[in-house]
């Protein structure tokens, strides 16, 4: 249950087994432009594309009775949504996938408060001009999505996964200079900031 996919168009490029079914939600503009751009490619598995605004929570509740129903096992997927949403609206989402115990586990991206601050400060303005300012940024997140139901089960740190796939930000390097127990943490980190990616557990979940 791909949310906010955008041009995700990992359904294309994985060698994913044909019988897994797989939901593309977004805007109707965003799936429509989307579809367009892969009209001559056949997916690798069952694609459905959704149009729906996941800010509408009805109509989101509905779908996820629906996708929980029809599948015994979903790993929920929001990369690049979070960050634009404020923590009760995340808090109300977490909260919206958690009490579907089918809903086995949530991938995500999250950003530090401290991420946060650089990506406002080199973004920031550009993003505001197009009504999608930076929000989310929790000082624990560990604990924040444990209040809603969901266990850290896993952590990748950004900072960690950049330098292993020579894909580093700027600075990296200098980062590394200055504090170079940084890495090791980071590797370790179960609470507090997190910057990466994260792996949670439905804690309804019977998996």
Same mark, same amino acid.
């Given at each position: ?7 995700? !168009? ?5 060698? +994913?087994? &044909?019988?897994?079914?797989? *939901? ?13 751009? +892969? #009209? ?28 929980? !129903? ?9 990369? =690049? +949504? ?14 919206? +996938? ?7 586990? $949530?991938?995500?991206?999250? &950003? ?5 601050? /650089? /990506?406002?400060?080199? $973004? =920031? ?5 197009? =009504? ?8 624990? &997140?560990?604990?924040? *999505?444990?209040?809603?139901? $969901? #266990? ?23 980062? #590394? ?5 940084? $890495?090791?943490?980071? &590797? ?7 910057? =990466? ?9 019977? !998996?």
């Amino acid at each position: 249950l791909n949310l906010a996919a955008g041009l995700d !168009a990992r359904p294309y490029r994985l060698a +994913l087994p &044909a019988q897994l079914q797989w *939901f593309d939600v977004d805007f109707a503009e965003s799936l429509d432009y989307k579809a367009g751009v +892969l #009209r001559d490619q056949t997916p690798r598995c069952r694609l459905e594309r959704i149009p729906l605004d996941l800010a509408d929570a009805t109509v989101r509740r509905q779908l996820f009775t629906r996708v929980a !129903a029809d599948n015994r096992r979903v790993l929920v997927i929001s990369e =690049g +949504l979070l960050v634009y949403v404020s923590a009760d609206e995340v808090g109300t989402l977490a909260d919206d +996938l958690a009490a579907q115990p089918a809903f086995a586990h $949530w991938l995500t991206d999250i &950003a530090s408060p401290f991420v946060l601050k /650089m /990506m406002k400060q080199a $973004w =920031g303005k550009h993003v505001d001009a197009g =009504g999608a300012t930076f929000k989310f940024a929790p000082d624990d &997140a560990a604990a924040f *999505f444990a209040a809603h139901g $969901w #266990r850290v089960e896993e952590y990748r740190a950004g900072i960690i996964e950049g330098q292993r796939f020579k894909r580093e930000f700027p600075l990296a390097g200098l980062f #590394r200079f200055l504090n170079p127990g940084m $890495w090791r943490t980071e &590797a370790r980190r179960r609470s507090g900031p997190m910057a =990466g990616v994260l792996l949670l557990l439905n804690t309804n979940s019977a !998996a």
